[in-house]
């Protein structure tokens, strides 16, 4: 089989362990995508992760700030001290939200001239649990975080995924796309070979489950005679 190497989100280069949120559901009705191809490697999804956000609507907006930040602070240091619960910030890559850089997060405007809020990560691995139990560790968490003056912390959407460092499967990924592609040429007799391309791009993602992820490298292979 001769493979020609030429080419969701993808894994940047040189950034090999960095985790990343893994969003859309793959072959779902409604958000199908024709561009992620049939084979590659299907597997859990290192954290489960919810997005929640803390806002305050003290009308003095030192006060509510000072708030806010407080109840974030307080979140990390019981996070500190419980095992299975981390917490991150980032929209696609993510990064541990620690007492160095929590006061980076960004306010914006809740709705009203006195109420502001801001956002960040809670997750939990998946390893050895089911959605329902990561779900409900984080939800039993997010009750746990001591209230500071009126700011609030409440989930924000549904649970997501993440994944770290996508491009150490590229190798499996491969295997798979080759094992494959050898035998659809073997189909055809030993005439044909499959001749691939995409291989060198990085590998990209999508959710395959409520706790699986599917990676993949957008490859595209034909099956042409052998040249004589």
Known sequence: MAMLISSGASAQSGAALEEVVVTAMRRDADNYDERIPAIGLRRIADYAVQQVYVAGDTREADQRRSEIYAMIKGAIELA?????????TGEMVVEPLT????????????GRPDSERTSFLIKTRLSGVDAKAALERIHNFIKSVPTVGRAELKPQGELTLSVVGPDQYRGQIIDLVAADARQTAAKLGQDYAAQAKGLDRPVEWSRASLTEVFLYVPYAYDVLPRPQ
């Open 80 to 88: 500190t001290g419980r095992g299975g619960i981390e917490l991150a």
């Open 99 to 110: 007492l160095t850089n929590y006061r980076n997060l960004p306010l914006q405007n809740d």
